[in-house]
């Protein structure tokens, strides 16, 4: 890969000139990889590289039309291009996919296509039983639904002094020294957040009750079964999940507690109130890392360059072709992703950047992202690309940790890159607690999907009690504390896609721990490791990347004590 401008490979099989406006346009395409014989293995090779380019160009269409409506929600034309999308073109999608997949597997060669498709063939049977034709209208129906997630907090603001604020903007001022500052500023964004309470309980039990019918027709008990099925999630259990919270509750909260009475000492509080949580304990003013959001790619770029040039090369690559969207505006949905292209090769990143540290961590957690991309741009069929989370998440929160050692291009003053780097460490423990937290929620949510919203309160307000930090007092605020799991996205948009942030920290502290003994063979690892996109298994994928896939209590503990032993000596 050179820097500046990629240009996408001739296609073999479709249009060079496709312009998808209707099922038409499509259909021809479709109907001759259903009517072709597959007697020899090249005739196989030849129909698998045809459906790939397929599934690479329909995504990278689909892709498109969703960040541009996630861009500016306010334009109604980008939303109806999404839809049709979803109405028109994935349900029957759906329908050729499950023939195509019934095709290959029917082919006697699939044996001799080698050890890489072993994955690919597993999952192929595993979609396959759980198909039904029944669950094309819902997943359809699930898929626009779960888009009003966006619209409705997207349309989310305050006003402070005269000035509209989206809410990652009024989240600055919970930074704020003025306690008085940060009390206003919160309770502002209390009531904005509840003022959409019953919109967003109405849509999640329509979610539920959708999702709930989907498990029934294909024969599951509850949506939380099918989906370990549907993720294809076979490198672990929902026991394994379990185990996780158990061993987050027992080595990572206790010591997390340890900060908040820290704080709570540091700013000289009876009590420790929401909107005490984020602002620095010293009474220091808000780090500011970065201006525009020019001047945070920028500086990305920069530090991507100390780790390995090709990162540097990969973000220049996305900056020449204009595949990021990173300031926060009015009218942008909420959140942050980076979204793979399969046929051009190069991502693009979307985010809502205020000049918050947090924004300097999601950029490079996303920057990890973009390279797994580029890393398996070169994979031979699009099912390669199309790794699990919980690989993909050991990219970007690898990158968080290993990139902060070179966060002195943010931070001039040293006292400065201390106090970020504390921030990131004592983040980095946080993110495990409230992960087990929101993946527990939607294990039980599932498991009783005819709940009532009080049963949803009160069995969030229990996990939340044990999992969060009791230092914190929510006297007087306890209806907010009992909406806080709306302000996850993954709930309503990517169900069950959460758990994999905490497997991949505890993979992400590993990788960490060896850049610190050796960066020059961890980034060897971890490129050779995600290189295999989804070749492998997760756990063969780990051990090249140079780390473990566990989650036990016991290498938590371990982990837990590294993290902390850290933060100790910048202290």
């Known amino acids: 890969m050179s820097e500046g401008l990629i240009v996408r490979k001739k296609r073999q099989f479709l249009s060079e000139q496709l312009d998808i406006k209707a099922w038409e346009d499509v259909e021809g395409f479709y109907k001759s990889l259903s009517e072709r014989e597959l007697n020899t293995k090249e005739l196989l090779v030849n129909w698998i590289a045809d459906r790939s380019e ?3 160009v329909l995504e990278e269409d689909m892709a498109w039309r969703y960040i541009k409506m996630n861009i500016d929600t306010t334009d109604k034309a980008l939303a109806e291009r999404f839809q049709f999308f979803i109405e028109h073109i994935e349900p029957k999608d759906s329908v050729f996919s499950n023939e195509y997949d019934k095709k290959l597997i029917a082919s006697e060669f699939l044996n001799e296509l080698g050890i890489d498709y072993k994955i690919y063939f597993k999952t192929v049977k595993t979609g396959l039983e759980i198909f039904r034709e029944e669950n094309i209208p819902l997943n359809t129906q699930l898929g626009l639904d779960s888009q009003e997630y966006g619209s409705i907090t997207g349309a989310m603001s305050i006003e402070v002094d005269g000035e509209e604020l989206t809410m990652q903007k009024a989240a600055l001022l919970l930074k704020e020294k003025n306690r008085d500052t940060r009390y206003d500023a919160y309770l502002k964004i209390e009531a904005r957040r509840l003022q959409d309470k019953d919109a967003l309980n109405k849509l999640f039990d329509k979610l539920i009750g959708l999702r709930h019918e989907v498990a029934l027709n294909a024969d599951y008990k509850n949506y939380r079964d099918y989906m370990f099925d549907e993720k294809c999630r076979f490198d672990y259990t929902v026991k394994d999940c379990f185990d996780f919270h158990d061993s987050i509750a027992k080595e990572v909260v206790p010591r997390l507690e340890r900060f908040d009475i820290e704080r709570k000492e540091s700013l000289g509080l009876d009590e420790l109130k929401p909107w005490d949580t984020a602002v620095d304990p010293d009474g220091n003013e808000p780090l500011k890392p970065f201006g525009s959001g020019d001047e945070m790619l920028d500086k990305t770029i920069e530090c991507f360059n100390k780790i390995d040039p090709y990162f540097c090369e990969c973000l220049t ?50 920057g990890g992202h973009a390279i797994h991309s580029f890393l398996t741009r070169e994979l031979e069929i699009t099912p390669f690309k199309s790794f699990p989370s919980e690989v993909a998440e050991l990219a970007s929160m690898s990158m968080e940790l290993i990139s902060m050692e070179h966060w002195e291009i943010f931070f001039d003053d040293a006292e400065e890159l ?28 599932y498991e009783n999907p005819t709940h009532t919203n009080e049963e949803r309160e009160t069995e969030w307000l229990k996990i939340l009690d044990e999992l969060g930090s009791k230092q914190i007092s929510w006297a007087g605020h306890e209806e907010a504390k009992a909406n806080l799991w709306q302000k996850q996205l993954h709930l309503y948009e990517v169900p069950f896609y959460y758990i994999e942030y905490g497997m991949a920290q505890l993979g992400a502290i590993a990788m960490w721990k060896n850049y610190k003994e050796n960066p020059v063979k961890t980034i060897e690892q971890y490129k050779a490791g995600l290189s295999l996109g989804y070749t492998k298994s997760i756990g063969e994928i780990y051990e090249t990347c140079g780390v473990k896939f566990d989650f036990t209590q016991e290498y938590v503990k371990e982990l837990a004590e590294f993290v902390i032993e850290e933060l100790n000596k910048i202290s």
């Open 317 to 366: 690559t996305m900056k020449t072709m204009g595949h990021l969207d990173l300031e926060s505006k009015k009218g942008k949905a909420p959140g942050g992703f980076n979204y793979p292209l399969y046929e051009i090769g190069v991502p693009f990143i979307y985010m809502n950047s205020v000049g918050s540290v947090r924004d300097l961590v999601t950029i490079v957690h996303e």
């Open 54 to 56: 397929m599934d690479a």
């Open 418 to 445: 201390k106090r970020a780097k504390k921030e990131q460490l004592i983040q980095v423990l946080g993110t495990l607690p409230w992960v087990a937290t929101i993946d527990k929620f939607q294990h039980w949510i």
